[in-house]
């Protein structure tokens, strides 16, 4: 079984070494997040002491972030490789295991109970240079369909405005759609904001899924167990019993404020926009609660988008491309934009066909390559050679232009994009002749350097 909370996985962190404590005063305006940047993939931090313009002085709850900054983490926490875990978290998707509801009395995120909601008793940081504020970063948004009662479970961006009250930004997926089918008719849409979760969790929240599609099953099948979930004091919606604190509330229909700017996932600032506003009615959380918090386009920012839609992605392309082997969304396209296939050519044309349905499975997506099994995805310089040594502009890349794509690329046209993919496979005309075979030398896996050198 894996972690289930995210004092499970810091306990585990602790003992491997990579979780490492700041015992001074550190400032959750910028100093917080640079010092969390900086760390990010080396350790796990955890600020004992942070202190705000906004935060009561005395104030005891200690900040994480970077629990997750490299694949080796995450490949942990899901107890598998790095090379299986696109693989492993595509099995779990395909096999959800449904949650259960536990009482009160068995979920320590309902150990204290409060109707006055004020977020300026929370440590919540204020990130980069241009940010409209502080943001909570790490909050899992569980939703409901009005009409089916179907959860949704995603993280956007959520900025605070005042002690009881936060601007979403909400980009047409699912969580717009099911306030869209309330706000028609005049009515608010419960949500409840989940703050200090394990990386299976915060995973699960990102699994490219259809509408209706409950991710904590996904979470429930990689934990080996079912997920426990808790009802909502004010809202008519459950959520992870062993969160560190969670936020209850209603998105208001027919209200927009300002949100925005805000340091997004691409390396530049999302625009100041009126969005969606979100009301608050109640916060539960341990007694002694830790809060959570990823810092923008860091690793564990962009890899934790990228490792669960990896699983998705995977499985859709093996639809039409059974021969696909793993895929890798890679850290310079923003573990969005840009992915590399891995696929065991056996008919002419696979690469393009892995190409068109990578392409269908995610609007995020914009430039694909595809490339032999003896090639490492995981390696730029490898995919790069790939490129260079097996691909002709003219013959094996193509661009589809107007296509959806992502409104936080500023190159795209309010989301506008063109699409590209390059097919670096070795042509089948050539495949079992010497013309593309890599150059090796007999044993050199087996040497040991160090028996070579004094």
Not at 248 to 266: T, W
Not at 312 to 324: D, R, S, W
Not at 333 to 340: K, P
């Amino acid at each position: 079984m894996q972690c289930k909370s995210l004092r499970e996985w810091m306990k585990t962190l602790e003992q491997n070494g990579l979780m490492k404590h700041v015992k001074k005063e550190i400032k959750l305006e910028f100093e917080l997040a640079a010092v969390g940047k900086k760390t990010c993939g080396k350790y796990a931090l955890c600020f004992d002491h942070p202190v705000g313009q906004n935060l009561p002085k005395g104030n005891k709850i200690p900040v994480v972030t970077a629990l997750t900054g490299n694949r080796e983490m995450y490949a942990q926490a899901m107890g598998v490789t790095v090379a299986e875990m696109s693989g492993h978290f595509a099995a779990a998707q395909s096999n959800p295991v449904p949650p259960v509801i536990v009482e009160n009395a068995k979920a320590p995120v309902k150990e204290c109970i409060t109707k006055d909601v004020n977020l300026y008793d929370l440590p919540i940081p204020v990130h980069h240079e241009k940010d409209n504020g502080q943001y909570i970063t790490a909050g899992v948004v569980v939703a409901k369909n009005p009409k089916t009662g179907e959860r949704n479970v995603s993280i956007h961006r959520l900025q605070v405005t005042d002690k009881n009250h936060l601007g979403v930004l909400l980009l047409p997926r699912h969580l717009m759609a099911l306030h869209r089918m309330v706000e028609k008719d005049g009515q608010p849409l419960d949500v409840a904001i989940c703050i200090g979760l394990d990386p299976i969790t915060l995973l699960a929240s990102q699994a490219i899924t259809a509408l209706g599609f409950d991710e904590f099953g996904i979470a429930g099948a990689l934990y080996g167990k079912p997920m426990e979930l808790v009802k909502g004091e004010t809202v008519d919606l459950e959520y992870p019993a062993h969160a560190e604190i969670v936020l209850e509330g209603k998105i208001l229909p027919n209200i927009r404020q300002p949100e925005g700017p805000f340091g997004e996932y691409p390396k530049y600032y999302g625009p100041k926009k009126d969005r969606e506003v979100i009301e608050l009615t109640c916060m539960v959380s341990r007694r002694d609660p830790i809060y959570q918090t990823i810092v923008p386009a860091t690793d564990e920012h962009t890899m934790m988008g990228a490792v669960a839609r990896e699983g998705g992605v995977l499985k859709i392309i093996q639809h039409a491309v059974p021969t696909a082997k793993a895929v890798h969304l890679t850290p310079g396209g923003t573990g969005r934009y840009h992915l590399v296939i891995q696929i065991d050519k056996k008919n002419a044309g696979e690469a393009k066909n892995a190409i068109f349905a990578a392409l269908g499975s995610s609007q995020e997506i914009k430039h694909v390559v595809v490339v032999d099994t003896d090639v490492d995805i995981f390696d730029p310089v490898d995919v790069e050679w790939a490129i260079a040594t097996r691909c002709q502009a003219d013959r094996d890349v193509f661009i589809v232009a107007g296509a959806c794509g992502n409104k936080l690329d500023p190159s795209t046209d309010d989301g506008l994009s063109a699409k590209m993919g390059i097919d670096a496979t070795v042509p089948m005309k050539d495949k079992g002749t010497d013309k593309f075979l890599r150059i090796s030398i007999p044993g050199e896996n087996d040497i040991d350097l160090g028996s070579y050198l004094s």
